[in-house]
């Protein structure tokens, strides 16, 4: 969800009321409610228009939609692995067919990565992996970050070498869970380890922390080290991005965090994000980006990587196809 989305979905639920506010929480992904309630508490002085504007928006959506669907799990299911493929369909399906399960790991994703690393620092790096591949790479990469260089390494190395769970290593996992979050066990069929989930996760750390666990890697397996890298999607692999995916993406960003973004891109990145711009709007982020003072690098990382969380997301839901993977990223 854009933060356009997620200012927009507070003032929706601001003004419908704390008991119907409630029930619509009730259905959004952990990431989606700490996002929207911490928009919520923002918000200030807003003007009848902005509401009005949000609810016609709403209204509009909302008029386009039907019943039809509802209650059919195994056509959506099947559609979607037509669609997409296995695995593609298996995370998506995860996210859309079982919010309702909060038992173990999934009450992991309603905490802060803070509390979730205090309590797995002392694990088996093992046990750590199988936890962290279920959580969303980009809170597994502050969790990650947050752990001693050693044990951050040792579990990235895990997740990558991962390919599934024995039923005693399983059992292992829902005794450590049933331990540390009062006795829920974990409801997952399956641990979705290996190259493209460490990398994912990668994707998400600081460029430090990240250059420094791919020479550990790469230290016991340099053939793994590179299939991570070769899995990663950096900012600059938007060049292999085709036109209509481009234009998806800038759909999603705010103009400031895109000028911040371009302010660490290739020439040649920065003139393919113009030609899928109206000329006006090019023009005027040509002017904007021009005009930008120096920036540091960790904004333009923070900005990129924030943008790599909606290319990602799109990628999840089929609408935009990745490609191109490889490459180091670079700041200009």
């Known amino acids: 969800m854009s933060d356009a989305g997620i200012t927009k979905s507070a003032i929706l639920l601001m003004t419908l009321g704390e008991r119907e506010a409630a029930e619509v929480l009730k259905y959004l992904e952990p990431r989606e409610v700490q996002k929207i309630s911490s928009a919520m508490i923002t918000l200030k002085n807003l003007t009848r228009e902005q509401v009005s504007n949000v609810f016609d928006e709403f209204h509009e959506i909302a008029a386009q939609k039907t019943t039809i669907g509802m209650d059919a799990s195994d056509y959506i299911r099947s559609m979607l692995t037509q669609a997409l493929g296995d695995d593609k369909a298996a995370g998506l399906l995860d996210r859309i067919l079982h919010n309702s399960d909060t038992s173990g790991i999934e009450s992991l994703k309603w905490m802060d990565p803070a509390s979730v ?78 190259v493209r989930t460490a990398a994912k996760i990668l994707n998400f750390m600081g460029s430090v922390q990240e250059g420094v666990v791919i020479e550990i890697v790469r230290s016991h397996d340099a053939d793994l080290a590179q299939k991570i890298l070769d899995e990663m999607f950096v900012f600059e692999n938007l060049l292999e991005v085709d036109d209509r995916g481009i234009q998806l993406i800038l759909r999603e960003v705010q103009s400031e965090s895109l000028i911040v973004a371009l302010k660490g891109a290739s ?66």
Not at 148 to 177: C, F, H, K, Y
Not at 281 to 308: F, N, T, Y
């Open 267 to 332: 020439e040649e990145l920065r003139e393919k994000i113009f030609k899928n711009m109206s000329q006006r709007a090019g023009e005027m982020l040509r002017e904007d980006l021009s005009g930008k003072g120096p920036v540091k690098v960790s904004e333009v990382e923070a900005e990129q990587k924030e943008i790599l969380r909606i290319v990602h997301r799109l990628a999840d839901e089929g609408q935009i196809a990745l490609g191109g993977k490889g490459g180091e990223e670079s700041y200009a």
């Open 117 to 194: 690393a205090e309590l797995v620092c002392n694990e088996h790096p093992q046990i750590i992996a199988a936890i962290l591949v279920h959580l969303e790479p980009d809170m597994a990469a502050s969790i990650l970050g947050l752990l001693t260089e050693r044990t951050r390494s040792d579990v990235l190395l895990r997740i990558a070498t991962l390919d599934g769970v024995q039923p005693t290593a399983l059992r292992e996992l829902n005794d450590v869970l049933t331990k540390l979050l009062t006795g829920n066990a974990v409801n997952k069929k399956r641990i979705k380890g290996g």
